[in-house]
C-alpha cells in the first residue's frame, strides 16, 4: 500500500478522470468546487458556534459531488458527517471515509445490518425502530450507534417530544444499541424572526430532562440546522449540522450572512454560436421571446437536461466579459441564447451562470430568485452530467 502523500494542486482535478472518457471531460461546461472555501467555510463555522460540527453532504453533497467533498472536509478535520441515505453511508465507507457517519433518514428493518456492517450511525425514531436495531445487533454480535430522532415541531420522522420518555429509558438500557447522541430538526430556522424555532429548542431541552430524571449521562445533544447556525445560537448545543450554509449559500430569502461563509460552487460554460437575429423573429420553442430590433444572439452548451432550470426562461442572466446578459426565449434540454445587444462575444468566451466574473457575480440565491425556486433545489438539481472540477484544495493522492 502506498503512504498517502499530500499535495498542493497546481491546476483543476477531477478525481474520477480516469473513469470519464476524454469527450466527457472536454465538455466545456463545468461546475468548480473550491475545495479551499468549503474549508474555510467549515473553520468559521466551527469558530463561531465553538462546538464540533457535522457536516451534512447528502444529495451528491449538495450537488457539489458527494465522495471528493466527503474526503476533503475529513482531511480539513470535519468530526462527523451527515447523509440522507443508509446507500449515501456505504458509499462514504467504499470510498475510504473514516470519519462517524449519520445516516438522518428514516430506517427499514431489514437495512440495520447494513449500518452495521459499514459503521453508519442509525436514526432511531421509534420504541419499535429500536427493537428492530437491538435485535439485529443481537443477531450480529455487534453494537449499533444510534442517535434519537425527537419530533419537535416538523411532524416529520421523530417520536413527539411530548411522548419520548419510554424510547429514551429503552435507549438508556439497550445493551446492543450505543447512545451516540439525541437530535430534532427545525422548521423555520432559515427566518431569523420566526418564533417556531424558540419554541422548538423548548420541547427539545424538556426531551433532553429525561436523561437528568433517569440519572443517565447526556448523549451528544443537537439541534441546528444551517439556519440554526446563522440566527439562533442557544441551538447549537453540543454539536450542529450545517448543510447549505457550508457551501457558502444563504437557506432562505429572510437569513442573514452573519458568519462571512463564501459560495462554493460556481457553474461555467462556453459561447458555442453567434448570430443576429433580425427585429421582430422569435427565439426558441414556443417563439415566446421576440427581438425588438436587430441584436446580437449567442448560444450557450447548457439546458434543463443539466438540471438547469427551465424556469429561467427570459428572466435568467449570465456573465460574458463581466457583463450582465438576459437569458431570452425558452431554455432547452441541451442549450439556450442569451441576447448580447450590442457587445461582442466570440465562440468559446466564458459564460459564467454561477459566480464570479470580473468583479460581477451571480449567485446561487439570485438564480433560485429569478426561477421561482429555493437555493437548495438549484443546488441539487446540477446533475451528473455536467463534470466537477475541484480546485483549492489540499487533496489526497
Ligand atoms: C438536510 C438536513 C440538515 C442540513 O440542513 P441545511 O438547511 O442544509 O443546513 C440538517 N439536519 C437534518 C436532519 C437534515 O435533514
Not at 470519464?20 to 474549508?39: C, E, K, Q, W, Y
Amino acid at each position: 500500500m502506498v503512504a498517502p502523500r499530500f499535495f498542493r494542486c497546481a491546476h483543476a482535478m477531477q478525481p474520477s478522470e480516469s473513469m470519464m472518457s476524454p469527450a466527457a471531460n472536454d465538455r466545456p461546461t463545468r461546475i468548480v468546487v473550491d475545495l479551499g472555501r468549503l474549508a474555510s467555510n467549515l473553520h468559521l463555522i466551527r469558530a463561531r458556534v465553538g462546538v464540533p460540527v457535522m457536516a451534512i453532504v447528502k444529495a451528491n453533497a449538495y450537488g457539489h459531488g458527494l465522495v471528493p467533498v466527503a474526503r476533503h472536509l475529513q482531511t480539513v478535520g470535519v468530526e462527523r458527517l451527515g447523509v440522507a441515505f443508509v446507500e449515501e453511508g456505504i458509499a462514504l465507507r467504499r470510498a475510504g471515509v473514516t470519519v462517524p457517519v449519520l445516516v438522518l433518514g428514516g430506517i427499514f428493518g431489514p437495512q440495520v445490518a447494513q449500518f452495521i456492517e459499514h459503521d453508519l450511525e442509525i436514526t432511531v425514531s421509534s420504541l419499535d425502530k429500536l427493537r428492530q436495531v437491538e435485535a439485529t445487533a443481537q443477531a450480529m454480535g455487534r453494537r449499533a450507534a444510534i442517535h434519537l430522532k425527537i419530533d419537535t415541531g416538523m411532524e416529520r420522522i421523530g417520536v413527539h417530544s411530548y411522548s419520548c420518555g419510554p424510547l429514551i429509558e429503552a435507549a438508556c438500557a439497550s445493551r446492543w444499541c450505543v447512545l451516540k447522541g439525541i437530535y430534532s430538526h427545525l422548521a423555520c430556522a432559515d427566518d431569523p424572526d420566526s418564533p417556531m424555532t424558540a419554541r422548538q429548542l423548548e420541547r427539545f431541552q424538556e426531551a433532553c430532562a429525561h436523561f437528568e430524571r433517569l440519572g443517565a449521562p447526556m448523549p451528544t445533544r443537537h439541534l441546528a440546522n444551517s439556519g440554526g447556525v446563522l440566527h439562533f445560537p442557544d441551538t447549537w448545543l453540543d454539536m450542529v449540522r450545517p448543510g447549505i450554509a457550508l457551501y457558502g449559500v444563504l437557506p432562505g430569502s429572510a437569513s442573514k450572512r452573519s458568519i462571512a461563509v463564501e459560495p462554493v460552487m460556481s457553474l461555467v460554460s462556453k459561447v458555442v454560436y453567434f448570430k443576429v437575429v433580425k427585429a421582430g423573429n422569435p427565439v426558441s420553442y414556443g417563439a415566446t421571446w421576440t427581438a425588438e430590433h436587430d441584436t446580437r444572439v449567442v448560444t450557450v452548451p447548457i439546458g434543463y437536461g443539466d438540471g438547469y432550470p427551465r424556469a429561467l426562461s427570459s428572466r435568467g442572466e449570465v456573465l460574458i466579459h463581466g457583463q450582465r446578459h438576459p437569458i431570452v426565449g425558452r431554455v432547452c434540454m441541451d442549450q439556450f441564447m442569451i441576447d448580447i445587444g450590442r457587445h461582442s462575444a466570440w465562440n468559446e468566451d466564458e459564460v459564467v451562470l454561477i459566480g464570479e466574473q470580473r468583479g460581477e457575480a451571480i449567485s446561487v440565491e439570485t438564480v433560485a430568485e429569478q426561477g421561482g425556486e429555493s437555493p437548495y433545489e438549484v443546488l441539487v438539481g446540477l446533475n451528473e452530467r455536467i463534470p466537477r472540477r475541484y480546485v483549492g484544495g489540499l487533496l489526497r493522492d
